[in-house]
């Protein structure tokens, strides 16, 4: 996909001179074509040409108000007057990527290179990033935005990104991130998990600041380690499952506790899911343990898992090898599952490209997957099936689903996972959020 080849349609020039800005020679670059100059139109409409859905037969789709409005043969019926349309080159299309674990406000994506310092482990990590990040302006509108056109450069379209809460910050980079968010018009969906980086019981003040933070419209509530950052995981799960009760808000607790210790505490979870009404809001981040404990008692906490409608999101991390969570057990026992990029070039680590579909690749690699089935599935928990990160049940390239797509040139799925090709096209809620340049 590229709209700066000489055969570019008067249509074409049409979409891009509503959503885009074009270079005086006709091309066109990725910060030129940045979305928060592309109006203030909440949602788009847009007929993409000749794509084809999940590697299927070629299809034009077209978006109206921000929703697929229809999927017919190429060719067949979608030739309208005046709606701006692009040539998908008979390119794979796949519904946007949704990363359902990010951290938007804590990189140094753009600043030059961060020498990684400060003590080993959780405690360690989080301390240094306390005593470094202000020199660094984290966390800052500008950075976070630099941030979020990476991840919609790779296809992302919707993130659950947890943002620090704490006494130091207070509310600001939440405030930071909306700020950042809101810059592209609704076409990018970023939900925020108010998080205590710091501890939560150890920092007495940081529950209130929680509480404050849902009570102002922050979508989920979020937690650490409750048994070995606060040391009281009663405490902790009590004091967050309480505040989510009552406001009906989610739960996404970051638990890096293994086995017995981490299973414990789902447990706990559990409980209070049924005591405060909470099924369906309420997610596992990490959540190592699961695949830590045996057989058996991995099959009844899913069971139960499943029937509270909880979830889990993973990271994929390599040094887990091939214990990452089991797919298809989640699958059994109806926990959904999403993948996330976790935090990226920042004060952590500095791995970390933005690509959900890296992170697919890592979870498929690792856990050795290699059938189409198989693959196929793993995307569809980056994009599709990873949705219910976003509150989506309705998220893919299907007529009355958000009009949120992405191109590639790859013959299928499964070849689009396994090769990581670039995405050539992002499109959110009709709105052409990314066009690769220089084809
Ligand atoms: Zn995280």
């Not at 979608?78 to 406000?105: K, Q, T």
């Not at 926990?335 to 490209?353: A, H, K």
Request: hydrophobic content about 40%.
């Amino acid at each position: 996909m590229h709209t700066c080849a000489d055969e570019r349609s008067a249509e074409a020039e049409r979409a891009e001179a509503e959503q885009g800005e074009l270079c005086d020679d006709g091309s066109m670059t990725p910060a030129q074509h940045s979305p928060h100059t592309a109006g203030a139109a909440q949602s788009g409409t847009l007929l993409i040409r000749n794509v084809r859905p999940w590697g299927g037969g070629a299809r034009d789709i077209l978006i109206e108000d921000g929703r697929i409005a229809s999927l017919t043969p190429v060719g067949e019926g979608s030739a309208r007057v005046s709606v701006p349309e692009i040539d998908g080159r008979g390119l794979l299309a796949v519904p946007g990527l949704v990363n359902a674990h990010a951290h938007v406000d804590k990189s140094w994506w753009g600043l030059p290179w961060e020498s990684f310092g400060g003590e080993p482990g959780t405690d360690g990590r989080i301390r240094h990033e306390r005593a470094e990040r202000d020199r660094l302006g984290i966390p800052g509108a500008d950075i976070t935005r630099t941030v979020l056109e990476r991840m919609v450069a790779s296809g992302t379209t919707a993130i659950r990104s947890h943002v620090d809460v704490d006494l130091g910050l207070g509310q600001r980079g939440i405030e930071t991130v909306r700020e950042a968010a809101a810059g592209f018009g609704g076409a990018l969906e970023v939900q925020i998990v108010a998080f205590p980086q710091d501890g939560v019981l150890r920092r007495p003040g940081v529950m209130s600041l929680l509480r404050d933070a849902v009570q102002a419209g922050t979508e989920s509530i979020g937690g650490l380690d409750p048994a070995t950052i606060d040391r009281d995981p009663v405490g902790q799960i009590d004091g967050i499952m309480e505040i989510a009760g009552e406001f009906s808000a989610g739960v996404d607790v970051h638990l890096h506790d293994p086995a017995d210790l981490g299973v414990f505490q789902i447990e706990l979870m559990c409980e209070r899911v049924e005591r405060h009404g909470l099924q369906g809001l309420v997610n596992i981040a990490h959540g190592f343990a699961v695949a830590q404990v045996d057989a058996a008692r991995r099959r009844d906490l899913l069971a139960r898992m499943g029937e509270l409608g909880m979830s889990m999101t993973t990271v994929a991390p390599p040094r887990l090898g091939a214990q990452q969570l089991p797919m298809r057990e989640l699958e059994k026992a109806g926990v959904r599952l999403g993948l996330g990029t976790d935090g990226i070039r920042d004060l952590w680590s500095p791995y970390g490209t933005g690509d959900v579909m890296g992170i697919a690749w890592q979870f498929a690699r690792a856990g050795g997957w290699v059938r189409d089935e198989d693959l196929t599935q793993v995307v569809r928990l980056a994009s599709s099936d990873g949705a219910w990160a976003v509150g989506r049940d309705d998220h893919d390239l299907v007529v009355g689903g958000r009009g949120d797509v992405v191109l590639v040139d790859a013959e299928n799925p499964m070849d689009l996972l396994v090769r990581g090709p670039q995405r050539e096209l992002v499109v959110g809620a009709g709105r052409i959020l990314h066009q690769r340049d220089g084809r």
